[in-house]
Nanobody, 124 residues
C-alpha cells in the first residue's frame, strides 16, 4: 500500500507565500516524476509543476518565476514553494507520484498515485 500525504495549505493574503509538502510512504522501490496539480472550483485539474528523479523541472506558464518545486529523494518527499501568491492561485492542490511499488510477494508494479489534496486560498 502506498500513500501520499500532503501538508502546508492554508489561507494567505495576496503577495504572500506558502510551502506545500507531500511525503510518499509504503512499499516503494523507486519514484520517477513527482508533481503538483491544482483544481479550482468549476475548472479542470491542471499541472502546476513537475520534477524528475534527476531534478529536471517544468512549470505551468502561470506560475513560472513564482513557484519552485523541489524534492528530497531520500525522504520520498516533494515540495512546492509558492511565492507572490495571487487570488487566481486559489485551488485544491494535489501531489502526484509516478512510482514503482511492490507487494507482499515482491512483485513490482508501476503506477500513478495521488495525495488527498490540500486547500490553498489567496485573499485579495
Amino acid at each position: 500500500q502506498v500513500q501520499l500525504v500532503e501538508s502546508g495549505g492554508g489561507l494567505v493574503q495576496a503577495g504572500g507565500s506558502l510551502r506545500l509538502s507531500c511525503a510518499a510512504s509504503g512499499r516503494i522501490l523507486s519514484i520517477n516524476d513527482m508533481g503538483w496539480f491544482r483544481q479550482a472550483p468549476g475548472k479542470e485539474r491542471e499541472l502546476v509543476a513537475v520534477i524528475t528523479s534527476g531534478g529536471t523541472t517544468n512549470y505551468a506558464d502561470s506560475v513560472k518565476g513564482r513557484f519552485t518545486i523541489s524534492r528530497d529523494n531520500a525522504e520520498n518527499t516533494v515540495y512546492l514553494q509558492m511565492d507572490s501568491l495571487k487570488p487566481e492561485d486559489t485551488a485544491v492542490y494535489y501531489c502526484n507520484a509516478d512510482l514503482i511499488s511492490y507487494d507482499s510477494s515482491y512483485i513490482s508494479t508501476r503506477d500513478s498515485y495521488w495525495g488527498q489534496g490540500t486547500q490553498v486560498t489567496v485573499s485579495s
